[in-house]
């Protein structure tokens, strides 16, 4: 089974709207992290978010927020006032449990296009 | 500051060539991590080390990888007798602890032809 799922493999909005990426998870861990990241064709991993298993709140910063729902295993990124500069590959990434390793697990990424 | 730099930024080797792909990471930053990402999908785990120590190579795809970082700062990503499955973007990622973020270098482009 897929640890990370991104359903949306590319999506498009207005300047200046609000759009929300879609991340489902799998994981039988009780403590872990969910994690965002930008990729614009230049080809680095832009950390933008993350989300603790136990925070209580939502994770914010600055335009992005990220929509926790725990029971619904899912961890979706919303962007508000969407800017040109948004334009890129935008990937979910979960860290599980307490191993030594604790690398990241990618989805397959969504695509966001921005149009003026 | 600084941020993760990776060299080269592309390489192209012919199937059967040895490679060595460098990178730098944070200063100062403990742990590092190797990914492999194919065109159109997202990063794979090769490696961690925390320091000089290796401490998971599980996602190495075969024994024609290896990685070393000897003095706990730069690590080197080498391939042997490179094939054409092995061509991707492979990518550096650095923390301070880990179990904080990581931060990515922008990458190696790998080709082999």
């Known amino acids: 089974a897929q640890k990370i799922t991104q359903t949306q493999p590319g999506m498009f909005v207005q300047e200046k709207e609000a759009v929300t990426l879609d991340c489902t998870y799998d994981?039988?861990?009780?403590?872990?992290?969910l994690f965002w990241y930008k990729q614009p064709s230049s080809g680095e991993m832009i950390f933008l978010i993350y989300q603790g298993s136990y925070d209580e709140q939502n994770a914010t910063e600055g335009r992005y927020s990220l929509n926790f729902q725990k029971a619904r295993k899912s961890a979706n990124l919303v962007i508000s006032a969407s800017q040109l500069g948004d334009s890129a590959m935008y990937f979910c990434a979960m860290r599980e449990g307490t191993g030594s390793a604790r690398q990241l697990t990618f989805g397959s990424g969504t695509q966001l296009t921005v149009l003026p | 500051g600084a941020g993760v730099s990776q060299s080269p930024r592309y390489k192209v080797a012919k199937r059967g060539q040895d490679v060595a792909l460098r990178c730098d990471p944070i200063?100062?930053?403990?742990?590092l991590f190797w990914y492999q990402q194919a065109l159109g999908q997202g990063p794979e785990f090769l490696t961690y080390f925390q320091n000089e120590a290796q401490l998971d190579k599980s996602g190495l795809p075969s024994d024609r990888f290896f990685a070393e970082r000897p003095e706990g700062s730069v690590s080197t990503l080498k391939i042997q007798r490179t094939q054409q499955e092995d061509s991707a973007v492979y990518l550096c990622?650095?923390?301070?602890?880990?179990?904080?973020?990581?931060?990515f270098g922008p990458g190696t482009r790998l080709t082999v032809t």
């Open positions: 994981t039988s861990d009780q403590s872990y992290g």
């Open positions: 990622a650095s923390s301070l602890a880990v179990s904080s973020e990581q931060y």
């Open positions: 200063s100062g930053h403990v742990s």
